[in-house]
């Protein structure tokens, strides 16, 4: 059975490829490696023995999109990751990430109606859902406002998708919020590729801890938190990738209540910063260099999940212990090198 996979050199998407095909399902890649690698392919191909089909298209490229479509009309779903995804970059680019991550969507999903596609999973974020006024947020937790064109982008595409889906009765999608993925293949054949210096605590920590980079700055102590850095949910990309052949099956299956449907996707649990680093430490043996410093701007004090729903609808849950997570991502990490 084929699936389509947009984004799937990506981080996200290459681990969940990975799944696909540990669960039987053929995988179509398409993607244009703008922010991945086709070095991956190779990555997955040494973690399940099978190289996954690939195509190099621009998702804002409509003609060549609805081609692509118009040849795997006999794929029964796509899971669409592809989008850029780097917070401070769409503030300082908005044009390019709404036209990227909204024009890439309407192509998907242009295609998928044309050519009998009617399945989507959709990567969607807890950014949708703001600084929530209620902890740990469900998925009835009103979404706010998006802080970011990134952020906007998912709030937008969760809309065009559920508009859709209102008129368009055959089709059926579910859209995932993820909370923050980390981590890494225990395999370490694939894991994260961040360009440049990293926005994101996890590979700044590991390129700390390799000796990348000097120091880790910790954004904030003053806040109302038991130890006053930030708290996140953070998700394993293994058990991330787990949700979505669980979603896959859900819609191929028809066990799907309603023909557009959203779930939490994370553990359930909050960590704090200053907590990820103790328990990188424990696990890995190895000492962080890091410093407290003023706040980030737009940052949030606190989210996490209330996977309850996710839980018992989808019947998948987080397993990946956090030290066994981190020391992936540092095993992945060392993999890289400097
Ligand atoms: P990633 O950048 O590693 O993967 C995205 C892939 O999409 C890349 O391989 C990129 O080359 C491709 N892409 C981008 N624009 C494209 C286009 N126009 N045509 C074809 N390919 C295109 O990102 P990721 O971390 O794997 O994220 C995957 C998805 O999950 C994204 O939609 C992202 O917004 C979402 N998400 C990520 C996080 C996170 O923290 N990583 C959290 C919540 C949601
Ligand atoms: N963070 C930090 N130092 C860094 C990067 C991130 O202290 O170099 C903190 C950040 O303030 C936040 C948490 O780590 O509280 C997770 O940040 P990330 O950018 O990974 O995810 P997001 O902000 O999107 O939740």
Redesign the pocket.
């Known amino acids: 059975m084929k699936i389509i996979v947009?984004?799937g050199?990506?981080?996200?998407?290459s681990h969940t490829v990975v799944e696909l095909q540990q669960d039987g399902l053929e995988v179509v890649i398409?993607?244009?490696?703008?922010?991945?690698n086709i070095e991956v392919l190779d990555g997955i191909e040494g973690i399940t023995g099978i190289r996954p089909a690939f195509e190099k298209?621009?998702?804002?490229d409509r003609p060549a999109t609805l081609d692509f479509f118009a040849r795997h009309r006999d794929a029964k779903a796509v899971i669409h990751?592809?989008?850029?995804?780097a917070v401070g970059e769409s503030v300082a680019k908005p044009l390019e990430y709404y036209y990227?991550n909204l024009n890439?969507l309407m192509n998907v999903l242009s295609g998928m109606r044309q050519y009998g596609v009617h399945n989507l999973v959709f990567?969607?974020?807890c950014?949708v859902y703001g600084q929530a006024d209620v902890l740990p947020v469900t998925e009835q937790t009103p979404r706010h406002e998006a802080e970011s064109p990134y952020g906007n982008t998912?709030v937008m595409s969760e809309d065009i998708i559920r508009d859709l889906m209102k008129v368009q009765s055959e089709m059926n999608s579910i859209a995932l919020r993820?909370f923050?993925?980390i981590g890494a293949h225990p395999s370490a054949l694939i894991g994260e590729l961040p360009v440049g210096i990293p926005n994101?605590l996890i590979p700044y920590l590991t390129q700390t801890a390799a000796g990348i980079r000097e120091q880790l700055s910790v954004f904030g102590d003053d806040y109302n938190t038991p130890d006053g850095s930030p708290l996140r949910d953070y998700i394993d990309v293994v058990d991330l990738a787990k949700a979505h052949v669980v979603a896959i099956h859900r819609l191929l299956e028809g066990r799907n209540k309603k023909n557009y449907e959203y779930f939490n996707i994370g553990t359930g649990h909050a960590l704090s910063v200053l907590e990820i680093i103790q328990a990188f430490e424990r696990a890995t043996g190895v000492k962080v260099n890091y410093k407290i410093v003023g706040r980030r701007a737009g940052d949030i004090e606190k989210v996490w999940a209330d996977t309850t729903f996710a839980n018992n609808e989808l019947g998948w849950s987080a397993k990946v212990p956090i030290e066994e997570t981190l020391a992936n991502a540092w095993r992945w990490q060392q993999r890289l090198g400097k």
């Open positions: 947009t984004g050199t990506g981080y996200i998407g398409l993607d244009n490696l703008v922010n991945s298209i621009d998702l804002t990751f592809a989008a850029l995804k990227n890439a990567s969607s974020s950014t998912k993820y923050n993925p994101n």
